[in-house]
């Protein structure tokens, strides 16, 4: 079972947290695509449902997997209120948890998950795994943000402050931007009542490597997958110029 990580601690502030920092209408994206193919939509890393319940109210065949054990109970409960039965597993991107003989019609890797796979190979291994994993003719959807220059900082600095219902949240980060690439984050959440008095606090930590198009184009090409096409802030942006997100659609070389 894989262990608990930094993430299973904001759970139930989630839909407030990174629900609300997509600039980009990707959920309505990801669902046109989940509604063209017939056959089921795998989505990793599906946290508390943000994607995954939007697909079954919409009438997808969808299965969801993540790494926290408590996003995906809170996940059922918002189901639950919504009438919604969804199966979900939990499990990592380095131990997919399905049989061989499972297939998916569109498996999807949303809101820059595949950043959260620090060495190359690995993320060459999932890629063929999960082409292993598709139907004839089936799409593999990764997408990942455009990286931009980061320059480390140590001290914590304020993020947002969100109205989480009758409360405040408040988020701050500290960045270090690694020799290697890659970055870690530490996040600190307050939540605060109406006067400003803490209720709670938490903290996540978090180490990922930023990919360009460039280099995800490669990692689908060490892995034997076609390269459908490349989008810009999931069809709502221009030619890239300025995006903030770019999403890969790849086919398993079926």
């Not at 109205?163 to 970055?183: F, V, W």
């Not at 109406?194 to 360009?212: D, H, K, N």
Request: glycine content about 8%; charged content about 20%.
């Amino acid at each position: 079972m894989p262990t608990p990580w930094s993430y299973d601690a904001i759970a139930e502030v989630y839909a407030t947290d990174m629900g609300q920092s997509m600039p980009f209408d990707d959920v309505g994206w990801y669902r046109t695509l989940a509604l063209q193919r017939t056959g089921a939509t795998l989505e990793l890393g599906c946290g508390t449902g943000r994607i995954l319940l939007d697909l079954l109210a919409a009438g997808a065949d969808a299965v969801g997997m993540d790494r926290s054990l408590p996003m995906l109970q809170r996940l059922q409960r918002d189901a639950l209120a919504r009438s919604l039965a969804p199966r979900v597993v939990q499990g990592d991107l380095a131990n997919l948890p399905f049989a061989p003989a499972a297939r998916f019609a569109t498996i999807l890797l949303p809101y820059s998950l595949i950043t959260y796979v620090l060495a190359r190979d690995a993320a060459v291994t999932l890629l063929r795994r999960l082409a292993a994993l598709l139907e004839p003719q089936g799409l593999i959807v990764l997408d990942a943000f455009v990286p931009q220059a980061v320059a480390s900082f140590s001290d914590f600095r304020l993020d947002y402050r969100r109205p989480h219902g009758p409360h405040t949240l408040q988020r701050e980060k500290r960045i270090d931007a690694r020799a290697d690439g890659c970055n870690r984050i530490e996040r600190r959440y307050r939540l605060l009542d109406a006067g400003g008095t803490e209720l709670q606090s938490f903290t996540t930590t978090e180490t990922i490597r930023p990919y360009t198009p460039d280099a995800l184009r490669a990692l689908a090409a060490a892995a034997g997958c076609g390269v459908e096409r490349l989008a810009w802030d999931y069809d709502q942006g221009g030619n890239g110029s300025g995006a903030r997100f770019a999403s890969l659609l790849l086919r398993g070389g079926d």
